[in-house]
C-alpha cells in the first residue's frame, strides 16, 4: 500500500524545472540609471583635464607667450629645456627631494601605524591627534614651520651652543632641502598612517599567534610576517607619495620660495613661474616631459613589484 502511494505522489509531482542558463557578461544590459551618473562626470573631467592637457600638449610646439598670435616652431622648446641648466636642476632637486621623502615619510607613517594598532591607552585618541595635519593648508603649515626655522630653532641653537642651527637653515643652500623634507613628510605623514593602519588591522592574529609559539621575535615577525602581508599598501603609500612630491608647489613657494637662489626650485615652480613670464609654449613643453617622466616613475613601480604585493588576508 505505501509503495503503490509513493508511486502515485511520484507520478503526480511536476517534472523538475530545467536550471535556468548563466549569463554572459556580454550580454548583461547595463542600468541606464549608471549611465546618469558617468556621463556628467566625464563630461567635467573631459572639459577640466582632459582637453586642457591636449591644447596645452599641441601650444608646446609653438612659441605661445599664452595670448595673442603664435607660430609653430616645432620640437625646439623641447630642445631648449634639455640644455636648461636651471630646468635639468629642477629635475635632479625634484626626484632627489621625492625620494628621500618617500622613504621617510613612508618609514615614520609604518612604524606610527604598528604602535597605533598595538594593544595601548588611548589609542583612539592618539589616532586623532596624529591625523590632525590633514585638515591643514599646506601654505599656512608652510608658514608656521617658516617661522620655527627661522625664529624659534636658531634660539634654541644658540642657547644650546650647537653652531649649525644657530642660523636658518632656510638660508643656508645646503640644508634648505633638509626643511622641505621635514615640513612635506609632517604634513603628509597621517594620510599614509591611515593607509597603513588599514592594512594592519587585516593581518590575522592567529598568523602572530603562530609565530610566538614556533619562538619568533618581535623583529622576525616584523620582517617576515608583517611586512609580506601590508606590501600592497606600501606599493600604495610610494606610489602616491612620489606623485605628491614630484608636484610639490605650495610649501615649497611658502617656505623657501625656491631659495636660497633656486636651490630648492622644483619643477612645479619651474613651470608656473614660466606661465607667469611669458614663456607659455616653452613651459607646456617643460610640463609635457614631466609627465611622461610621472607616467614612467609609475610604471616602472608598478612593474617592480607586480605579483609581489599582498593585502593582508
Known sequence: MSESTSTASRASAPPPRPAPAKE????????????????????????????????????????????????????????AA??????????????????????????????????????????????????????ISGIIIAYVFKFLFSNTVPAIAQSLGIDVLSESILANENLAWIALVIVHAWSTIPPALLIYIAGLVTVPEDVYEAASIDGASPAGKLWHITLPLVSGYV????????????????????????????ATRTVAMSIIRGFEGGDFGYQMANAAVFFIISIVIAVLQLRLTRGKASFGS
Open 24 to 79: 554572459s557578461p556580454r550580454s548583461r544590459r547595463t542600468d541606464p540609471v549608471y549611465y546618469l551618473f558617468l556621463f556628467p562626470a566625464l563630461i567635467v573631467f573631459s572639459l577640466a583635464i582632459t582637453l586642457p592637457a591636449v591644447l596645452g600638449f599641441g601650444y608646446s610646439f609653438t612659441n605661445s607667450i599664452g595670448f595673442g598670435e603664435w607660430r609653430f616652431i616645432g620640437v625646439r622648446n623641447y630642445i
Open 82 to 135: 634639455f640644455r636648461d641648466e636651471g630646468i635639468v636642476s629642477a629635475y635632479a632637486f625634484t626626484l632627489g627631494f621625492a625620494l628621500v621623502t618617500v622613504i621617510v615619510t613612508n618609514a615614520i607613517a609604518f612604524f606610527l601605524a604598528l604602535g597605533l594598532t598595538a594593544k595601548i591607552r588611548l589609542q583612539r585618541t592618539l589616532r586623532t591627534v596624529f591625523v590632525l595635519p590633514m585638515v
Open 235 to 262: 606599493v600604495i603609500n610610494t606610489i602616491l607619495g612620489f606623485k605628491g612630491y614630484l608636484n610639490a608647489y605650495d610649501i615649497v613657494v611658502g617656505l623657501t620660495d625656491g631659495g636660497p637662489g633656486v
